[in-house]
């Protein structure tokens, strides 16, 4: 099944979530998320040790997003959250 399947098939319940048909990917801002209870876009917690960070190329360093993983119907789907 698609992202595009899963966001039609199961729609989203935590609305600080967006989805993005583009990337397959669903996103939101961390602050908002934050505010949220940090739920994954089904409202459920995140499964422990499934994030990653994703910093800037440059010299900065920055820390631009954080990727987690969690599933659906037992697919792998990715939810990016915003360093804002």
Same mark, same amino acid.
């Given at each position: 099944?698609t992202?595009?399947?899963l966001?039609e098939?199961?729609?989203?319940k935590n ?5 993005t048909?583009?990337?397959?990917r669903w ?5 908002c998320? #934050?505010a949220s ?7 459920r917690p995140f ?5 990653r960070?994703? #910093?800037?190329q440059d010299?900065d360093?920055?820390?631009?997003i954080w990727?987690?993983?969690t599933?659906?119907e037992g697919?792998?789907v990715?939810?990016?959250?915003f360093?804002?």
């Amino acid at each position: 099944m698609t992202a595009n399947q899963l966001n039609e098939q199961y729609p989203i319940k935590n609305h600080v979530w967006g989805f993005t048909a583009t990337t397959g990917r669903w996103a939101a801002e961390d602050s908002c998320l #934050r505010a949220s209870g940090f739920l994954d876009p089904w409202n459920r917690p995140f499964p422990p040790g499934k994030g990653r960070e994703v #910093r800037s190329q440059d010299i900065d360093n920055e820390l631009q997003i954080w990727v987690y993983t969690t599933t659906v119907e037992g697919v792998v789907v990715e939810c990016v959250v915003f360093n804002d």
